[in-house]
């Protein structure tokens, strides 16, 4: 096993305990972070198994990049919303469904 | 020629977000008109170029793949560029008359605007997995945005809800992206799909992962959760933008991937399994659409149900005889391009049909009719799309489905054809009803301006149109392509 | 593009662009969107006069472009469907001049003669249509523009009545479809030709033809009326005279009787169909659905109803001849094609004038109406007496050469059906004309109105007395060669000896 499967591995788990939290949490920042974690271990992954792989490789690190600025940028767009909606509602789930519908 | 139109195709959109971005609403609205425009020319000439000369490969900047973007400008994309740019210049233009300039954040809708077509453009065009994840991300992001725009709480909860659902999606997406290129160290669709082999099940399982993803973006039963919400609260422009061609982005990149690799990677199992998502989406939307008060649900659920039909092009793409297969290409095609005319055009109008009766439920449209709104001539000419009775690009896209079925001996999905255009019947009628009815107490009733009518009728003329002529529409998806060459440059990338 | 091809053009174009710009006209036009609706009239009138005139001396009237991969959009005019064309044509014409008296001061025209100009344009597109795919559009449209002139009035019980007639044809578009479908998988785009196309077919393929005949005679017979898919027109009965005229004169059942005349004689050909053993249910299909709506009708109370379930029994008289395998029982079956309609619009429009000018709507309410409207009652009696078969009127044609017919396919029990039907006619319709003239009024007139000189309003007078002179005419001149009898002849002339 060379480190760099390692880092996929912990990749892998990353998104699993990411997915977790993504789909049981309630709390919309705390989703939001399950999110981040999920996307970190999903760079983990494109990383260290494609160099695992395919040895030395600036392709993954250019990509890995690319995706971080993507995710800041959904991050940053996803806590205004969650901002505003806190502002505006009070709640910082969106599970009571009923409510605010009117 | 080429350079100069691939250039303005996809400089334009983003030199306009940023130069919107400084300006308030009425100021963007003169610039977009300006730049709708040239996308439309641009769109246009490039189709007409690929259509007499056939596709070709062109690399952004000159810089090559993988590090450079390459773009793949075939048939089925520039039909897609074109499209694009008829539908978004229509909901553009709808907009600029429909949002309200005094409200301080409408100023946001025109950057949103072309961010969102910038990044269609990329996903038509992409040849990369991982430019497709970028170009994805630019359109959800920017979409969410565009629900969100009206401020009010019910618009956030259903941005927030639809922007977890996609962040999801493109996340499942990027792991799949992530296993190909561990296991191929190329990004190029063309390029794994000429050295993927028939047995490996770590790339069946990112492909696996990779539809997934798509699938809950383009809202695949049961996925389509996030779908009616988002679309049902947004502005109606919003709504059109997103129902006609956001979901088809999602949709597009799936049907590429399996095209290129489901022979290899797929199996008789999944492909009838995603077919029978398709169907259920089919069925469960439309009796759902049947149910829903108020009038953009209607619409929305809609959606889902002819998204489902979408997804028939697996099991009718899988292990059959080339000509059935092309069969079913052609019909899904038709079925997206129609499926994006007359879905906008039902949502602009349904829009102008709430402005008029003031009043979103269905069961106030009594006597509308009465009225002769241009708009409910529009909804019902699009509802005729919908229901995929002839001449209407609707019903020519079933026919293929349905020949397709038929040949490849799957009459199950035939079953399927039939039952979903007889459900759209029932919640179209339903509306058309609601508006024949003449008992109406008050006689409040606001007519809409003429350019705001005009454009949902020339998209549901558009749609009807297209039954007429999908032959020469399609046969610019036949073209001939030059594909030996890039997949030679591919696999010598290759380490 | 030559004359030939833009004819058939142009006999569409009449009405669809007619309806383009009664759509866009303001409701307030009445009198421009009259002008424009008689005009287009008129213009189809001529273009479908010069067709026939042309397909009697064997020009090719035709025009294709390929619509889908495999399919074509074929439109082409031979004898059969100048039948039609000239019978939708002439009582379009009618009928328009009808439908603008009797909507006058009414809400909506702009709708729903907008509507009105589109079912006729679908009607000719029935006509002209050159293979299935083609007729399949335009049978589909049909069902889509008669919608809104069912529910024109916007009541509970015509929208109910709406729902109903969507269900079936929709329903029925849906049999069809996957009928041809089905088909052209088979066998690829099929245009209309006279001997069909399965002589001498795999008999492998025999299953799947008659189960696919079984889905086309579906689809097209829930148009038709057939038992047991008929329900939905008696309902359709609320929608406004004119139209209820046109659903079963001229557009809507006979589109679907048409269609089913196209299946068995130009896509399988007459000779298989009787090879399959597919004609001898079917017509045993029609005997019985003579029967029972001529039985239905004896009971009905409501003028409009009552013609109703008469329409169910006629026409399948159109399908009854189809099926007798002979040149004769053709014959007849396509002659009925145009007496039922030149008959069945007489005696709408007269159940229209009863209604309009005296509120009567139910036959027991007719006591004594000869007297008031003398003109009127004529025709309705002269009409009555067609449908019965009283020579030497419309109907009575019919009756001959089909029971001729029957005699020659030796299907004898056919004219006992042909016997028992008149009867039931007569019994259904006598006493209708029994009362007209003989019972003295029992109570005043529900709502009667006056309208200057003549007994009723003259957009209303006109068109049954013209309808029924066309109707004695067809009937006395039948052995001349300008009759609708030598047309039908021509017809079976060239499907039978090819």
Known sequence: MSPDLLYALAGVVLCGIGLFGFLLLEHLLRRLLAFNLIGSGVFLVLIGLAQHRNGPDPVPQALVLTGIVVAIAATALAVVLIRRYYHLTGHTSLADDGEAQS | ?495 | MSLSALLPILALLSSLLAAVVIFALPESSHRLRTLVNLLAALLKLGVVAVMTWGVFRGVDFSVSFTMLPGVSFMLRADALAMLFAGLSAVLWLFTTIYAVGYLEDSPNRSRFFGFFSLCVASTMGVALAGNLFTFFLFYEMLTLSTYPLVVHRGTDKSLQAGRNYIIYTLGGGVALLLGIAWLHGLAGDLPFQETGHFQGADPALHGQLTLIFVLLIAGLGVKAGLFPLHGWLPQAMVAPAPVSALLHAVAVVKAGAFGIVRVVYDIYGIDFAYALGLLEPLAWLAAFTIIYGSVRALWQTDLKRRLAFSTISQVSYIILGVTLFGPLGAVGGLVHLLHQGIMKITLFFCAGNYAETLGVHRVDELDGAGARMPATSVAFTLAALGMIGVPPLAGFVTKWALGAGALAAEMEWAILVLLVSSLLNAAYFLPIVYRLWFCPIAAPWPAERRWGRLETHAWLFWPPLVTTLMLVLVGLLAATFVSPLSWAQLIAVRMYLP
């Open chain 2, 1 to 495: 020629m080429n350079q100069w139109l691939m250039a303005g195709l996809l400089f334009t959109p983003l030199a306009w977000a940023a130069l919107s971005l400084l300006l308030d609403f009425r100021q963007g609205r003169w610039l977009s008109w300006l730049g709708m425009l040239i996308q439309a020319l641009v769109s246009l000439g490039l189709w007409v170029a690929v259509a007499s000369n056939g596709g070709f490969y062109y690399a952004l900047a000159g810089w090559e793949a993988p590090l450079g973007i390459a773009l793949r400008v075939d048939g089925l994309a520039v039909t897609f560029v074109l499209l694009t740019a008829a539908v978004a210049t229509a909901c553009g233009l709808h907009a600029g008359v429909y949002l309200d300039p005094s409200k301080s954040w409408q100023r946001y809708f025109w950057p949103l605007f072309w961010f969102l077509w910038a990044g269609l453009n990329g996903v038509w065009l992409g040849a990369d997995l991982f430019n497709l994840y970028v170009s994805l991300e630019l359109i959800s992001l920017s979409a969410v945005g565009l629900v969100a725009l009206g401020g009010e709480a019910a618009a956030l909860r259903a941005a927030l809800r639809y922007l977890f659902a996609v962040l999801l999606g493109s996340l499942v997406y990027l792991l799949g992206v992530a296993l190909l290129y561990g296991q191929f160290g190329t990004l190029s669709l063309t390029g794994i799909a000429a050295v993927v082999g028939a047995d490996e099940p770590a790339a069946a399982m990112a492909l696996l992962l990779m539809l997934a993803g798509l699938a809950l973006k383009t809202a695949l039963f049961p996925l389509h959760g996030w779908l009616p919400p988002a679309h049902g609260v947004a502005k109606s422009p919003v709504s059109a933008l997103l129902s006609g061609l956001v979901v088809k982005a999602s949709f597009y990149i799936a049907a590429r991937l399996w095209l290129e690799l489901g022979d290899r990677l797929g199996s008789h199992t999944l492909a009838q399994g995603i077919g029978a998502l398709g169907a259920g989406a089919v069925i469960w939307g439309s009796w759902l659409a049947f149910r829903q008060p108020h009038l953009k649900q209607v619409v929305a659920y809609s959606s889902v149900a002819q998204i489902g039909y979408l997804f028939l092009l697996f099991p009718l793409t899988f292990a059959v005889a080339e000509p059935v297969s092309r069969l079913a290409q052609q019909g899904i095609t038709l079925q997206v391009v129609s499926h994006a005319l007359a879905k906008s055009a039902m949502f602009l109008a349904a829009g102008n049909l709430i402005l008029s009766v003031r009043s979103k439920r269905v069961d106030a449209l009594g006597g509308v009719s009465h009225y002769l709104p241009f708009s409910l001539f529009s909804f019902g000419l699009a509802g005729v799309s919908l229901m995929s009775l002839p001449p209407t690009g609707g019903f020519a896209a079933k026919w293929l489905l349905l020949q397709a079925s038929l040949a490849s001996g799957q009459w199950w999905w035939v079953v399927v054809l039939l039952l979903g255009g007889v459900l759209a019947a029932a919640y179209v009628f339903r509306i058309y009803r609601a508006t024949f009815l003449e008992d109406r107490a008050s006689d409040d009733f606001y007519h809409p301006p003429r350019s705001l009518e005009a454009i949902p009728m020339l998209l549901a003329l558009l749609a009807l149109g297209l039954g007429l002529v999908a032959e020469p529409v399609l046969s610019v998806l036949a073209l001939p392509f030059e594909v030996a060459a890039e997949v030679a440059a591919d696999v010598a990338v290759q380490p």
